[in-house]
DNA sequence: AAAAACTTTGCAAGTTTTTGCTGTTTTCGT
DNA sequence: ACGAAAACAGCAAAAACTTGCAAAGTTTTT
């Protein structure tokens, strides 16, 4: 096993459970404890995690539900927000996941638009409720305790009985070659449900998590109509995009 | 268990309760006292919180008045909160409505605790996915604006494909003539869908509530097998309810 | 193609951190 | 002021960390 495979593995953990013990990681990837260890000093000292005694943590573990320590990837989102909520208009119903991304979007929805939302996030859910104008439609189902998203069978078959206007992805990482790609088996599941019940989909995606590839595969680029990232559309970082048929903004 | 963890849970029990005690952490998070008391101490140092005798509590708390203003009322909400959750245990499935009440409910489950729970309430769900134990389904549906409740048909529809140990009902005006009543239409039809998918139906109350009538009823007390107030069970304040064949606590 | 230089990995010895326990001292409510 | 509860200090075992080193594998140089 190579190194990079390894600490992309102990990335991966540490993103989806927002902690790891070294002992795990030696453990599960059959290497010796100093290995793991070397390689969480060294992605620490990249700012990719943070080691602690016995294991890491996820930066953002510790702060409580103060959205981001990271201001400049804050400034992305909200700009990333502002250009998304110009594609919405009044009477509209859509579908939007999870995500800080999105979570801006719905903070940033203005007043007077009227509109009516689905969605399994219970933080978009609550940002949404501040609007008296937008209709919130929680779809129900198991939440993860991590990312407070409903997933399973009951949220998947709530969506197959839907049909709407537009569907906001917003976490996700995204490459050309390999499409939108998550670390989290049931979220995809629901994620598939969401692009099919919805005319048109728009992925939200902030430029450091272009050209990354993750376990799981959500759909292609192909199924993607809309890009948004805080990027000029006429960005180089972009030029791999352009050969699908999707507007960039 | 990480230190980091032990340490985010502490903060996360002090911001949510504004303070905490020794040997509650100690109890739920199953290390000595002298542990809880090290980290409590080091967080002290930070500034991330005050340790007083016996506990801590978080910076600004008299200042508090987020609930209800009303320190009387959160404090007998909190006594209410602490005999119910005496009235759980392990493996059980419940359902719970919403309220400040059933809100400090949901706060006081003890970390160990292993639930499964339904919830059409957006902050209890919220409340609920601090416990690792706690399995949380939420009912989906159409979210009313103020009271972030989720309504409607789809709710009513999965509560009639549940058969669960104990309805947990939250806010509401009780009588002993009339029953348990309401001033929102819609959702009497979910409470009243809830008390038909649990086996027991218990009722929160703070005293301030008893005797009072509202608009819309939910159901009799017949339908109500456990009340919870924060009253002495003897007090003279219940006698009307004693007729009927309900557990007071 | 062999040698040299470098990297990676696992091991071992020694050090530090963490944690629970033991008394002892301090604090608090009555 | 008294007894109980809480805080503190010191100790010891266990777990985690550090450092140095050598074997194995890679890359670069000659």
New interface residues.
């Given amino acids: 096993m190579l190194k990079e495979e390894r600490q992309k593995y102990i990335l991966d953990q540490v993103h989806l459970h927002h902690?790891v013990?070294l002992n795990d990681l030696s453990d599960s990837l059959n290497v010796s404890i100093d290995t793991v260890r070397r390689d969480v000093k060294e992605l620490d000292k990249e700012k990719k995690l943070k080691k602690?005694?016995?294991?890491a943590?996820s930066f953002g573990?510790?702060t409580?539900t103060k959205d981001d320590g990271n201001i400049y990837l804050k400034s992305k989102k909200i700009s990333i927000a502002e250009k998304t909520v110009s594609l919405l208009s009044d009477g509209q119903v859509i579908l939007m996941s999870g995500g800080t991304t999105n979570m801006e979007v719905a903070k940033l929805i203005p007043k007077k638009l009227v509109l009516t939302v689905f969605t399994?996030s219970?933080h978009v859910?609550?940002a949404l409720?501040e609007h008296?104008n937008v209709?919130?439609?929680?779809?129900?189902?198991?939440?993860l305790?991590d990312a407070?998203f409903?997933v399973g069978g009951?949220?998947v078959n709530?969506l197959s009985q839907l049909r709407v206007d537009l569907c906001i992805l917003g976490t996700g990482y995204l490459d050309a070659e390999f499409g939108l790609t998550e670390f989290d088996w049931e979220v995809i599941q629901v994620k598939q449900a969401m692009i099919r019940a919805a005319k048109k989909t728009v992925i939200l995606t902030v430029s450091d998590k272009l050209h990354s590839v993750q376990k799981y595969k959500t759909c292609d680029m192909t199924a993607v109509h809309t890009l948004v990232t805080e990027l000029d559309p006429s960005d180089p970082l972009l030029d791999s995009f352009r050969p699908f048929e999707l507007m960039l903004v």
Wanted: proline letters at 3%; aromatic letters at 10%.
């Fill in positions: 902690r013990l602690v005694h016995g294991g943590t573990f510790m409580f399994p219970l859910a609550m409720l008296e209709e919130v439609i929680f779809l129900g189902g198991k939440l305790h407070k409903a009951t949220v709530a």
